[in-house]
């Protein structure tokens, strides 16, 4: 008996292998005893997993830097407006909640969309005559994240391309990636205020493009876009056909000498995806509940983006349902000067902050108008000992414990974000420390000269 070993077709080592004996009586071959090799296991992480890439956490992780030990730490990178405990929600808000789980009604499960109540509530509060809603316009969320996720894989294929800002949310890249969707960065302007470079934009567009991206208010900018610049955007994603993916989270989040216009109140055909949620402006980010509210008038997304959404959102069954119990209460009853408080010492820091920051040699803010940040300018030829951002805002946390976020987390070198949620006393605290940090390190114009001699 002859024994040989058959390679089976597959894929590299892993391919199968079988142990075949023949037996030959004379002219004739017959099959004897097969035998399979024995399984071994090769457990692998997918192709997702593997192109789902944060660059925040990515950066951040990989500043192995310790504070100060005689310092106490601020830090000024985290967009929670909760950490300090100083900006809490209504008592409206926590009072929907209590009586949610009290009433015992909203243990179960909800339909993916959301209770039709619920949808029915959120389609109320932000409808209006320039953009009506109805409750089926209205898809509730795990969280604005997900109005993202779910918006994103809607409307982009694998191989596509969306437009993102840049400065812009990371999570956009991140989501995109996993997705096989190709990320293409637009433009946005410090010196205007963050507007968008629409010429930059449009010369993006080609015919893979999906979407665009709109994120106003703005994170990490703090910018909030005029009526004017909307409309201009509007003129693009119109002459283009090329729908946009509105982040709205931080909408009506704007100080007092702004105002802030949802898109889709500007706009009759093009159509938008707009995604909210409570996280921001009441105040619960933990809580998780976001929706997207889909504005289609010339019925360009038809029946069959709608359906494609609610199939999306089956694959996790919806947000918490007590928070969706307690919604119609949260967005009906919370006393209007909860709204304004929050947002005066919003900007009462932004004032602060901006000011201050502003005195210091080799940094230039650019003033917020709205949102929950202030973006800041380094001059970084006047800071020789610092390649860019990132070791910039290490030595800031080793030698003064205070923690901003480098914006090359937002695709945008040399520049570092400060969030402004925190007590007036440790923004002042924080930005005295910056200047001593900056006085330190900075070296004058004869420096920036040599730099420039030397390129």
């Not at 812009?168 to 990636?177: D, E, P, V, W």
């Not at 440790?426 to 006085?439: D, G, K, N, P, V």
Request: glycine content about 6%; aromatic content about 8%; overall charge negative.
């Amino acid at each position: 008996m002859d024994s040989y070993l058959i390679q089976v077709n597959g894929h590299g080592d892993h391919s199968p292998m079988l142990d075949v004996h023949l037996k030959t009586t004379g002219n004739s071959v017959s099959l004897g005893k097969v035998k399979g090799r024995k399984p071994r296991w090769a457990v692998r992480a997918s192709e997702m997993s593997k192109k789902t890439f944060n660059p925040v956490r990515a950066i951040v992780d990989s500043m192995k830097v310790e504070p100060n030990p005689k310092k106490s730490l601020i830090s000024l990178s985290l967009g929670d407006p909760t950490v300090f405990r100083n900006l809490p929600t209504n008592d409206e808000v926590t009072r929907a909640i209590k009586e949610a789980l009290d009433s015992g009604r909203y243990n179960g499960y909800a339909p993916s969309v959301g209770y039709q109540s619920c949808r029915e509530a959120v389609a109320t509060y932000y409808s209006c005559p320039e953009a009506p809603l109805k409750a089926q316009d209205v898809i509730l969320t795990s969280g604005c994240s997900q109005a993202i996720e779910l918006a994103l894989a809607v409307l982009a294929n694998p191989g596509q391309n969306i437009l993102v800002p840049r400065p812009g949310f990371s999570l956009y890249k991140t989501l995109a990636l996993s997705m096989g969707i190709e990320v293409k960065l637009y433009n946005l302007l410090p010196e205007k205020g963050w507007e968008i470079d629409l010429e930059h934009l449009e010369s993006l567009v080609d015919d893979k493009t999906a979407c665009l991206i709109v994120n106003n208010p703005s994170n990490p900018c703090g910018s909030v876009f005029r009526k004017s610049h909307l409309q201009k955007i509007l003129a693009v994603a119109s002459r283009q056909c090329m729908p946009i993916l509105a982040d709205e989270i931080y909408g009506d989040m704007v100080f007092a000498d702004c105002k802030y216009e949802p898109i889709a109140t500007l706009s009759s055909n093009v159509p938008i995806l707009s995604c909210g949620g409570l996280a921001k402006r009441w105040l619960v980010p933990g809580w998780r509940m976001g929706w997207i509210l889909i504005h289609d008038r010339r019925d360009i997304f038809g029946n069959e983006i709608r359906d494609g959404l609610v199939r999306l959102s089956q694959r996790i069954l919806g947000p918490c349902t007590i928070v969706q119990g307690a919604l119609e209460h949260i967005l009906h009853r919370t006393p209007p000067e909860f709204y304004h408080n929050t947002l005066s010492i919003l900007k009462a820091n932004a004032d602060l902050c901006y000011a201050a920051l502003s005195a210091i040699p080799g940094l230039r803010p650019v003033r917020p108008a709205g949102a929950m940040y202030l973006m800041v300018e380094i001059e970084i030829e006047h800071f020789p000992e610092f390649e860019n951002d990132v070791e910039f805002t290490e030595r800031l946390i080793s030698e003064q414990s205070v923690f901003c976020l480098p914006a090359t987390c937002f695709e945008y070198p040399n520049f570092f974000r400060v969030v402004i949620t925190v007590p007036e006393e440790m923004i002042l605290e924080a930005c005295s420390r910056i200047q001593e940090f900056c006085e330190r390190h900075y070296q004058g114009a004869e420096v920036g000269q040599d730099l420039e001699c030397d390129k």
